[in-house]
DNA sequence: CATTACCTTTACGTTAACGTAAAGGTAATG
DNA sequence: CATTACCTTTACGTTAACGTAAAGGTAATG
């Protein structure tokens, strides 16, 4: 029933900056500042930076939120949406609201992103008639 | 035949500075600096700036770049997409390459939102269920 | 004709999100 | 033991996207 490793409190698995950082294309400065900024708090062995798995998901999801525009400050109101610590009735249907509103947002921004992409279609089609129709002779190009 | 007003070259329907501003939600030195920036060219009556209602268009896809976390740099390399201008066969296949470059990272942005909105979905689903368990006496807030 | 409501330009300020450089610690490796 | 490859902190620099203030023009309105 005891635990076998000799390792006390580390988690199994951990990561070193440069690990995440590669993983994840951003520089250490990057992982670092997000530190800065409070958004994750790493283990340290003796000066250097040990990240867990939780961190690396942190990191993660931050990544997630910049590719749609969101601030950090938003990465970190969104993340922490998913943490318990909310107990009372109050602050439940207070999370809920803020879920909606949040909601909305991304609703609004995948109607964005549809007509970008209705639009990219039609750029390309009329790229690719014109193109078989004015050049007819030339050869695909390959990919 | 012959043109019934006197206004030569105006469009028949332009909008104020300020009407575009209020219109978009933002103030109106956002539409100068996109001037400034390049990015429109408004006519001018006197001092006054004129907007017509392709002018008016381009905003409109520019705050719909922003929203989606677009620099403003990026929102002019996809409007210039949609203009014509690309006459050979060369300029019409590189156009198609990066068509499918912005589609891919749109589609990307895409799965980023959906992600983050079953996210969203599981929280509110588990508040809620929590509010109907643990708090089942308290009445439901009016919207 | 004074006020009000718009408009203009110029120019400096601000915040977010890192980049970059300097100066140094540590652990393995030839 | 010198080199190499990582790691650290501190601190100043940079870019984008505006905000804000100052100083002034113009057209209608009471």
Chains 1, 2 share one sequence.
């Not at 500042?33 to 993660?60: C, N």
């Not at 938003?74 to 009372?88: A, K, L, R, S, T």
């Not at 750029?123 to 007819?136: A, M, R, Y």
């Amino acid at each position: 029933m005891t635990s076998p490793d000799t390792q006390t409190q580390i988690p199994r698995r951990t990561y070193t900056i440069s690990e995440l950082a590669k993983e994840f294309g951003v520089t250490t400065r990057t992982i670092r500042f997000y530190e800065e900024k409070g958004l994750i708090s790493p283990l340290r062995e003796g000066q250097k930076r040990l990240y867990t798995p939780a961190d690396r998901v942190r990191i993660k999801l931050i990544l997630r939120g910049k590719r749609i525009g969101m601030t950090l400050r938003e990465c970190v109101e969104f993340i922490d949406m998913y943490q318990p610590g909310h107990n009372n009735a109050e602050q439940l249907h207070s999370l809920v609201r803020d879920v909606k509103k949040r909601r909305e947002r991304l609703l609004q921004q995948r109607k964005d992103i549809d007509a970008m992409l209705s639009g990219l279609d039609e750029v390309q089609n009329l790229c690719e008639t014109t193109l078989t129709n004015d050049f007819p002779d030339q050869p695909p190009e390959p990919i």
